[in-house]
């Protein structure tokens, strides 16, 4: 099989090193890839939202299946384009894309369908969203609704903080049009879990849940960031939650979807918060997570492309193969300054040893190669990750791998996945 992967960070780095270990795949390429990812697959020199070219590249190169990472892509209708052509896409199209392309159109679907989710209302009029926030109550959430590169969700203490946030969103367009509209929705507290499970159009199946460490520094303080680290599995996400999960929340979702005239195939990405009153859709992606992905495949058992492949062609699953008992943990390590302004260009040392190590894999986020040395390209520039027999022994691991890597300003979380091995309560936000 000929197999393109469309992204080029430590999330494609993962699907890449996970695509090349298939005993299915005779030629494996990424666009635009990255320096790691380059150690297994053919780097192509096209963006990861040039649509028009990736579609020129995969009928070209007769590529059998194209992987899509990231999610503007997508959004964009990538997968309509090369399903056009007559090339298998695992990743939806776009208007079943829009289930995180619009934060509106995801919440009215879960309203319609009975599936759980926080209280809400959507706007377009500020004075509206201020009066029903005050109807919520403080604290409440103001989302924007289109894609706001993560940072489209403004969790709000007071009333006061409320109105800057419906100001910030649909009066100063801090989100450009994705704040035009906004979701204001009831403010939930518990454990939060991110979920991935596999649709192939028709229906779905359960991969495994992994926790992401949002903000930029130990303790959850700080700004949020794309991600500074992840574990999986969840020990709160057991089984059972899982089947409810399963029942509830994403088989429903992917039957509305396919009612609905956009059936959905690809990787699904429920963003959960385990409530006293049970799980609540905090939102949905339209592909896998980063930093969550990195910890998934490490410990995912077996080939992952036939998966892939029942996902993409709308065919039934393959037989699943139980995910062994060990844990993993990805550790993110970031440019001094991240995630404001960072320099880039500057020499990373170190990265064979922390690979060496037993159960690590260092994958690439930010790097870029300059007169052949390994330089930073970008805010998060390695994604450090290990497996190991439990949490612990993985966490260890994974920080005695980041002790190798050095670059000027380098910065990381310590506590990634340790809160879940001392078990304590989430803090309050
Ligand atoms: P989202 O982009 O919708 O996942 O929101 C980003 C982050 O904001 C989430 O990971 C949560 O930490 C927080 N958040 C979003 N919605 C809520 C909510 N209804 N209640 C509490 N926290 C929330
Ligand atoms: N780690 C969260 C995300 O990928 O959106």
């Given amino acids: 099989m000929r197999i393109l992967v469309v992204g080029g960070g430590a999330r494609e780095h993962a699907l890449v090193w996970k695509i090349a270990q298939s005993p299915l795949v005779d030629a494996l390429y990424a666009a635009p890839g990255n320096p790691g990812i380059a150690r297994h697959a053919a780097c192509v020199p096209v963006a990861a939202d040039a649509v028009a070219d990736l579609v020129a590249f995969a009928t070209r190169e007769r590529m059998d299946l194209v992987v899509v990472g990231p999610e503007a892509p997508l959004v964009a209708g990538l997968a309509d384009r090369l399903e056009a052509a007559g090339v298998a896409v695992f990743g939806?199209?776009?208007?079943?894309?829009r289930i995180e392309g619009s934060k509106a159109f995801a919440k009215d679907l879960m309203a319609r369908h009975g599936v759980p989710t926080a209280r809400f209302a959507t706007f377009d009029d500020p004075p509206r969203a201020r009066r029903y926030c005050r109807e919520l109550g403080a604290p409440v959430v103001v989302k924007a609704d289109g894609l706001a590169a993560g940072k489209g969700a403004l969790v709000c203490r007071t009333l006061a903080e409320a109105d800057e946030a419906v100001a910030e969103c649909m009066e100063r367009r801090a989100f450009g049009t994705a704040g035009a509209t906004v979701v204001v929705e009831e403010f939930l507290t518990g454990e939060e879990?991110?979920?991935?499970?596999?649709?192939?159009?028709?229906?779905?199946?359960?991969l495994a849940a992994a926790q992401d460490h949002k903000t930029v520094f130990d303790g959850d303080r700080g700004p949020n960031t794309g991600g500074m680290g992840a574990f999986s599995p969840v020990a709160a996400f057991d089984a059972a939650l899982e089947k409810q999960v399963m029942e509830t929340i994403v088989r429903p979702t992917i039957a509305a979807l396919a009612r609905e005239g956009a059936p959905y195939r690809g990787a699904l990405f429920a963003g959960l918060m385990l409530t006293a009153d049970g799980p609540r859709v905090l939102e949905f992606n339209c592909r896998f997570g980063d930093p969550e992905c990195q910890a998934l495949v490490v410990r995912a058992p077996g080939d992952l492309v036939p998966a892939l492949l029942a996902a993409a062609r709308g065919e039934p699953w393959p037989a699943p193969a139980a995910w062994p008992a060990r844990a993993a943990v990805?550790?993110?390590?970031?440019?001094?300054?991240?995630?404001?302004?960072?320099?880039?260009?500057?020499?990373?040392?170190?990265?064979?040893?922390?690979?060496?190590?037993?159960?690590?894999?260092?994958?690439?986020?930010?790097?870029?190669?300059?007169?052949?040395?390994?330089?930073?390209?970008?805010?998060?520039?390695?994604?450090?990750?290990?497996?190991?027999?439990?949490?612990?022994r993985a966490i260890a691991a994974a920080y005695g791998a980041v002790g190798e890597i050095r670059f000027e300003g380098m910065h990381h979380r310590t506590d990634i996945g340790r809160r879940a091995v001392r078990a304590e309560a989430p803090p309050r936000r």
């Avoid at 991110?194 to 779905?204: C, E, T, V």
């Avoid at 404001?340 to 690979?355: R, S, W």
Wanted: hydrophobic share 45%; charged share 10%.
């Fill in 330 to 392: 990805s550790v993110t390590l970031a440019s001094g300054g991240y995630p404001g302004k960072y320099a880039t260009g500057l020499p990373i040392e170190g990265v064979d040893a922390a690979a060496a190590r037993p159960g690590v894999t260092v994958f690439h986020a930010g790097t870029a190669l300059a007169g052949g040395r390994l330089v930073t390209a970008g805010g998060r520039v390695l994604s450090v990750t290990a497996v190991g027999e439990d949490l612990a």
């Fill in 193 to 206: 879990v991110s979920f991935f499970a596999l649709a192939n159009g028709a229906d779905a199946t359960p």
């Fill in 92 to 97: 939806p199209g776009a208007s079943a894309a």
